[in-house]
């Protein structure tokens, strides 16, 4: 089992939504398209454009290939300690008072059951080992969650999952959420779409529960016994290092 190696730094994959041009940049560069200093170099359109320069994905990555698709370890970062949760049951975060105010607005019985299939056919989010550290630091930034315990976990896919041809823009609606039906063929259960968000320009995946094969989860930060003897020898190296940096002279 193999996968990218593993670089926050990368360079970006860039594509224009006016000329087509297609090229890498950097952070810096970023920055500054960000701000309306650096256009597409090839036809000028900036930031302000509808049709301005996006991420794209790079014509040789191997996520192209269903093969490494299938092979290949993806990861997702999230609260919950069991992700996916074949038993997750959505409508048992409701009150009663929001289950009748539901039924209420369906105007026909049934209609918290139906939101909450709904929601259980949402589909799933992985990508790059980057991409869900990323997502756990921009949720612990500007989602409340600085304090909350995350779980990195790790997705193999089944080896017959059905994956849709090419690699797409990522098929979310206005509230996030990605249902594969109707946007991909008969029987598909998984759609490569290129990440704009976290680690941009690289692939990440959306996909129903069905393609997975196997999950391996760990907390993040792991937890430490602060009394461990190799722990405890590491630290004090580290600080003998860090005063005789401080004190030339010791």
Request: hydrophobic content about 35%; proline content about 7%; charged content about 30%.
């Amino acid at each position: 089992m193999t996968g990218p190696p593993v670089d926050f730094d990368r360079l970006r994959y860039m594509r224009c939504g006016t000329c087509s041009h297609e090229w890498e940049v950097g952070a810096e560069w970023l920055e500054r398209f960000d701000t309306g200093d650096e256009p597409c170099p090839n036809c000028g359109t900036n930031c302000t454009s509808e049709d301005r320069p996006d991420f794209w994905v790079r014509p040789q990555d191997p996520a192209h290939d269903d093969d490494t698709v299938r092979a290949r370890y993806w990861y997702h970062s999230s609260t919950h300690a069991v992700w996916p949760d074949k038993n997750f049951d959505p409508a048992a975060q409701l009150t009663d008072e929001t289950k009748r105010r539901m039924e209420h607005a369906g105007l026909t019985p049934g209609a918290v059951k139906r939101w909450a299939a709904r929601q259980k056919a949402k589909a799933l989010h992985v990508g790059t080992y980057e991409a869900a550290i990323e997502n756990m630091l921009r949720r612990m930034d500007d989602q409340s969650d600085a304090a909350s315990r995350f779980y990195l976990h790790r997705v193999q896919l089944r080896s017959d999952c059905v994956i849709e041809p090419g690699i797409h823009r990522e098929p979310t609606d206005f509230m996030g959420d990605a249902h594969l039906e109707g946007k991909c063929g008969p029987g598909v259960n998984v759609l490569r779409y290129v990440n704009v968000h976290e680690d941009p320009s690289n692939v990440s995946l959306a996909i129903e529960i069905s393609a997975v094969s196997r999950v391996q989860s760990i907390p993040i930060p792991l937890r430490v016994d602060a009394d461990d003897p190799g722990l405890r020898d590491a630290t004090a190296r580290l600080l003998a290092a860090a005063a005789r940096c401080t004190d030339p002279g010791r």
